[in-house]
């Protein structure tokens, strides 16, 4: 192993133990594996741990792309489904990892999805989670940046001005579950079935909707029904940009 890594590996492993008490072998050896293959730093904040697990953060990602010469990255607001007022921002970012090849992201934030600390600040944190998904297309990093479960981490304390997702079954009983209110938004504004399978992969960041966590797909079903609502023809227009992944599908 090449001497800087070794190096960077020993200040990796000296910070993880100053930094989080009680940090196990077998997550120091997950880390010793994340420092060789992708270079970054515990001290700059570029590797987090968050409940036992290690997550790159948006500056490690960031990082990654300078290393890799990307050659840029744009952001723009997803007017159609943003409502300002009501603190809910959606973004789209492209990363030019190439002159020749892009990645895009989506990216959503609105104060029942962020922890209470950051309410306010939903513009920047819809914008920074839809550069992460990009980055993360962009160079296959499938750890996910910790901006992205901030709500995970800590839980947003009850406000009166935050809107809420209809509470989960624990048991099967009581409210429906994330799959029934899914099917009903499909039923209820006639989409399609698979375009829509198409859309969340993609809204997730994920190759199949079994890799997404329930936070993103309980995301995108809230962010599907809205859109639904406000303006049906230019989610159809969404939809449709995946038609031809669906005419690809046995």
């Given amino acids: 192993m090449p001497y800087s890594k070794c190096l960077l590996v020993h200040q990796n492993v000296s910070a993880a133990k100053r930094v989080y008490a009680g940090i196990t072998k077998s997550q120091l050896g997950v880390l010793r594996e994340l420092t ?38 744009e952001t723009n607001v997803e ?10 921002w959606v973004f789209r970012a492209v990363v030019h990892a190439s ?13 029942s999805n962020v922890s209470y600390l950051v309410h306010g600040a939903e513009m920047r944190i819809a914008e920074t989670r839809a550069v992460n998904r990009a980055l993360r297309k962009a160079y296959g990093i499938g750890i996910c940046s910790v901006e992205e479960i ?18 989960q079954p624990t048991n099967g009983n ?20 698979n375009l829509v399978k198409f859309y969340a992969t993609d809204f ?9 966590t329930r936070e993103q797909v309980e995301n995108f079903v809230a962010h599907l029904s809205d859109w639904a609502e406000k303006d049906r023809n230019a989610l159809l227009c969404q939809l449709n940009s995946y038609l031809g992944q669906k005419e690809g599908v046995a």
């Fill in 150 to 167: 901030a709500s995970a981490v800590e839980s947003p304390q009850p406000s009166p001005d935050s809107k809420k997702l209809p509470p």
């Fill in 36 to 73: 060789i293959s992708l270079r970054l730093s515990v001290q700059r904040g570029e590797l987090l741990q968050v409940a036992g697990k290690w997550y790159v953060s948006h500056s490690g990602l960031i990082r990654i792309a300078h290393r890799r010469r990307c050659c840029g990255i």
């Fill in 99 to 111: 002159p020749s090849k892009t990645f895009v992201g989506f990216g959503d934030a609105d104060p």
């Fill in 174 to 193: 009581g409210s429906r579950t994330v799959r029934d209110r899914l099917c009903q938004v499909i039923r209820q504004h006639q989409l399609d079935p």
């Fill in 79 to 88: 007017q159609q489904m943003t409502d300002a007022s009501s603190g809910r």
């Fill in 204 to 212: 997730c960041s994920v190759k199949t909707l079994r890799e997404a």
